[in-house]
């Protein structure tokens, strides 16, 4: 028997130095322990800055913290002259072990091409750290070809020519819904999930039922339970809203097995 274990992540992006970070990760533990949450119900990750990783690991392994932690991006090379840029191993080292790749902002504001995203795959495989692989679509690729196409081509792109694929997560972010409060119906994220998972699996075969898909783009505590309720939504990434302990906490209660 296989499970899908929810997955809550929340994608702290360029806010709160390594102090904040700690403070952040406390209160969120302590919340999450009042409120009897199970992880091993539904897994919760955080995605610090790099400059906070190491705080951050700190402080889980010493309060035994069950919340896992995540980078926000990846270096596609291993090692060398490649200055600013961060490799799988360095992070693997820090206990990280999710890393979020093709975010849209980096697909946006640092030119990430899918060939790169692929990449990005690649180098997380290699230093058995699992991508959350984002895909989405902005507001005119989806007046201009519907919902699923530019997702689909996306995680086919990222996932086409490795070795072997091992466990990647998929992340529906519809650009439109990042940030501005605007949030595709459960059943739009739904379809789209299902038609992501249905792609993959044309490809790629049965691993496809193993992926866990989440859905991000202005997800709060009033509104996740819609989109948990989609049988292919495996969970939720969170950008402002995992700001805030008692909001993340609240998104993070929701209980969704997915037994196969
Ligand atoms: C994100 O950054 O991945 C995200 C979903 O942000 P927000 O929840 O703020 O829309």
Request: charged content about 20%; some cysteine; hydrophobic content about 40%.
């Amino acid at each position: 028997m296989t499970e899908r274990i929810p997955l809550i992540a929340g994608n702290w992006k360029m806010n709160l130095d390594h102090l904040q970070s700690i403070a952040l990760i406390q209160k969120l533990a302590w919340t999450l322990n009042e409120k009897g949450h199970d992880f091993k119900d539904v897994e919760v990750s955080v995605f610090p800055p790099f400059t906070a990783l190491r705080s951050a690991q700190t402080l889980i392994d010493a309060e035994k913290f069950e919340l896992n932690i995540g980078a926000q991006d990846i270096s596609q090379h291993s090692v060398g002259a490649f200055t600013g840029e961060i490799s799988g191993s360095m992070l693997a080292k820090l206990a990280v072990k999710y890393v979020l790749v093709g975010h849209s902002e980096r697909r946006q504001y640092h030119n990430e091409t899918d060939e790169l995203v692929q990449q990005k795959v690649a180098a997380c495989f290699s230093a058995n750290l699992t991508p959350i692989i984002c895909v989405g679509e902005t507001q005119s690729e989806l007046e201009s070809h519907g919902p699923s196409a530019v997702p689909v081509r996306q995680i086919l792109a990222a996932l086409q020519g490795h070795e072997s694929l091992k466990e990647f997560v998929v992340a529906y972010e519809p650009v439109w819904a990042i940030g501005t409060g605007e949030v595709a119906t459960p059943e739009q994220a739904e379809q789209v999930a299902q038609e992501i998972r249905k792609a993959i699996q044309e490809v790629h075969g049965e691993v496809a039922e193993q992926v866990r898909i989440l859905y991000g783009g202005s997800v709060k505590s009033v509104n996740v339970a819609g989109f948990m309720q989609g049988p292919n939504i495996d969970g939720v990434l969170v950008g402002g809203a995992s700001l805030d302990s008692d909001e993340f906490a609240g998104i993070a209660r929701y209980k969704k097995h997915i037994v196969l």
